[in-house]
Protein backbone atom coordinates (compact mmCIF):
# COMPACT_ATOMS: atom_id res chain seq x y z
CA UNK A 1 0.00 0.00 0.00
CA UNK A 2 1.52 3.30 -0.91
CA UNK A 3 1.03 6.73 0.42
CA UNK A 4 -0.34 8.77 -2.12
CA UNK A 5 1.10 11.90 -1.06
CA UNK A 6 4.79 10.69 -1.82
CA UNK A 7 4.54 6.87 -2.82
CA UNK A 8 6.24 5.53 -0.18
CA UNK A 9 5.15 2.36 1.68
CA UNK A 10 2.50 2.91 4.12
CA UNK A 11 2.59 1.14 7.21
CA UNK A 12 0.25 0.74 9.97
CA UNK A 13 1.13 2.16 13.19
CA UNK A 14 1.57 -0.87 15.32
CA UNK A 15 -1.58 -0.74 17.17
CA UNK A 16 -3.62 -1.40 13.84
CA UNK A 17 -1.49 -4.39 13.11
CA UNK A 18 -1.95 -8.11 14.26
CA UNK A 19 0.12 -9.58 17.22
CA UNK A 20 1.73 -11.75 14.04
CA UNK A 21 2.94 -8.91 12.07
CA UNK A 22 4.45 -6.75 15.27
CA UNK A 23 5.98 -10.33 15.77
CA UNK A 24 4.14 -10.96 19.65
CA UNK A 25 3.05 -14.11 18.13
CA UNK A 26 3.79 -16.65 16.10
CA UNK A 27 -0.14 -17.45 14.46
CA UNK A 28 -2.89 -15.40 14.57
CA UNK A 29 -5.43 -16.99 16.95
CA UNK A 30 -5.16 -19.83 18.83
CA UNK A 31 -3.85 -20.29 22.92
CA UNK A 32 -2.85 -23.91 22.09
CA UNK A 33 -0.10 -22.28 19.99
CA UNK A 34 1.49 -21.18 22.91
CA UNK A 35 5.12 -21.80 22.33
CA UNK A 36 5.94 -22.39 25.83
CA UNK A 37 3.86 -25.63 25.92
CA UNK A 38 3.93 -26.94 22.58
CA UNK A 39 6.91 -29.05 21.23
CA UNK A 40 5.78 -28.39 17.80
CA UNK A 41 5.17 -24.63 17.80
CA UNK A 42 8.93 -24.25 19.91
CA UNK A 43 10.96 -25.67 17.16
CA UNK A 44 8.74 -24.08 14.24
CA UNK A 45 9.97 -20.90 15.83
CA UNK A 46 13.71 -21.77 16.70
CA UNK A 47 13.61 -22.82 12.83
CA UNK A 48 12.38 -19.82 11.96
CA UNK A 49 15.34 -17.96 14.43
CA UNK A 50 17.66 -19.75 12.60
CA UNK A 51 16.80 -19.48 8.80
CA UNK A 52 16.41 -15.57 9.60
CA UNK A 53 19.28 -15.00 11.71
CA UNK A 54 21.11 -17.21 7.73
CA UNK A 55 19.72 -14.43 5.64
CA UNK A 56 20.99 -11.55 7.76
CA UNK A 57 18.41 -10.72 10.71
CA UNK A 58 15.27 -9.43 11.16
CA UNK A 59 16.31 -6.39 9.70
CA UNK A 60 17.53 -7.29 6.62
CA UNK A 61 14.86 -10.16 5.79
CA UNK A 62 11.80 -9.19 3.49
CA UNK A 63 8.42 -9.73 4.00
CA UNK A 64 8.24 -12.51 1.09
CA UNK A 65 11.12 -14.03 2.63
CA UNK A 66 9.65 -14.32 6.16
CA UNK A 67 6.38 -15.70 4.60
CA UNK A 68 8.63 -18.74 2.28
CA UNK A 69 11.40 -18.73 5.64
CA UNK A 70 7.71 -19.88 7.55
CA UNK A 71 6.95 -22.20 4.93
CA UNK A 72 10.25 -24.04 5.27
CA UNK A 73 10.27 -24.36 8.94
CA UNK A 74 6.78 -26.02 8.70
CA UNK A 75 8.27 -28.72 6.22
CA UNK A 76 11.14 -29.13 8.13
CA UNK A 77 9.67 -29.90 11.76
CA UNK A 78 6.96 -31.96 9.79
CA UNK A 79 10.22 -33.86 7.97
CA UNK A 80 11.72 -34.34 11.40
CA UNK A 81 8.21 -36.09 12.74
CA UNK A 82 7.93 -38.34 9.38
CA UNK A 83 11.81 -39.33 10.19
CA UNK A 84 11.26 -40.21 13.68
CA UNK A 85 8.06 -42.23 12.30
CA UNK A 86 10.13 -43.87 10.08
CA UNK A 87 12.96 -44.26 12.79
CA UNK A 88 10.53 -45.91 15.39
CA UNK A 89 9.33 -48.85 12.31
CA UNK A 90 12.82 -50.39 12.95
CA UNK A 91 11.21 -51.87 9.17
CA UNK A 92 12.14 -49.82 7.14
CA UNK A 93 10.08 -46.74 5.76
CA UNK A 94 6.81 -47.99 4.13
CA UNK A 95 6.19 -46.40 0.42
CA UNK A 96 3.78 -43.80 1.19
CA UNK A 97 5.97 -42.27 3.98
CA UNK A 98 9.10 -42.36 1.73
CA UNK A 99 6.96 -40.60 -1.24
CA UNK A 100 6.18 -37.74 1.28
CA UNK A 101 9.29 -37.52 2.90
CA UNK A 102 11.24 -36.86 -0.59
CA UNK A 103 8.25 -34.82 -1.76
CA UNK A 104 8.42 -32.54 1.13
CA UNK A 105 12.56 -32.44 1.12
CA UNK A 106 12.47 -31.37 -2.67
CA UNK A 107 9.59 -28.72 -2.13
CA UNK A 108 11.92 -27.65 0.94
CA UNK A 109 14.97 -27.55 -0.95
CA UNK A 110 12.83 -25.33 -4.31
CA UNK A 111 12.22 -22.85 -1.19
CA UNK A 112 15.29 -22.35 0.00
CA UNK A 113 17.07 -21.57 -3.05
CA UNK A 114 14.17 -19.18 -3.90
CA UNK A 115 14.89 -17.36 -0.48
CA UNK A 116 18.76 -17.11 -1.53
CA UNK A 117 19.62 -19.86 0.88
CA UNK A 118 21.85 -22.07 -1.21
CA UNK A 119 24.81 -24.80 -0.44
CA UNK A 120 28.16 -23.47 -0.68
CA UNK A 121 30.90 -25.90 -0.22
CA UNK A 122 34.20 -25.38 0.68
CA UNK A 123 37.54 -26.22 -0.45
CA UNK A 124 38.93 -28.46 1.84
CA UNK A 125 42.01 -29.44 0.05
CA UNK A 126 45.11 -29.09 2.05
CA UNK A 127 48.31 -26.92 0.76
CA UNK A 128 50.70 -28.72 -0.09
CA UNK A 129 53.21 -28.36 3.10
CA UNK A 130 50.22 -29.41 5.20
CA UNK A 131 49.83 -32.61 2.76
CA UNK A 132 53.17 -33.68 2.60
CA UNK A 133 53.77 -33.35 6.65
CA UNK A 134 50.63 -35.42 6.99
CA UNK A 135 51.61 -38.15 4.63
CA UNK A 136 55.01 -37.92 6.29
CA UNK A 137 52.95 -38.44 10.11
CA UNK A 138 51.36 -41.85 8.37
CA UNK A 139 54.57 -43.06 6.99
CA UNK A 140 56.28 -42.98 10.39
CA UNK A 141 53.19 -44.87 11.94
CA UNK A 142 53.07 -47.20 9.20
CA UNK A 143 56.78 -48.06 9.71
CA UNK A 144 55.65 -48.47 13.61
CA UNK A 145 52.95 -50.34 13.36
CA UNK A 146 55.27 -52.73 10.83
CA UNK A 147 57.97 -53.14 13.38
CA UNK A 148 55.76 -53.68 16.39
CA UNK A 149 53.87 -56.35 14.30
CA UNK A 150 54.92 -60.39 14.81
Known amino acids: MRSPANGSPYVRPAR ?53 IRRVAAADVELELLEKRMALKRTGADPADLDLYFRGSNSQSRLLEKIGMKRTLRDVTPDLQTYLAQRSEDLIDEEIDEAESP
Open 16 to 68: QRSAVTNGGRLFAVDSRLDIRTNAWVRRFADLCEIYIAHLGGQDVVSAPQRAT
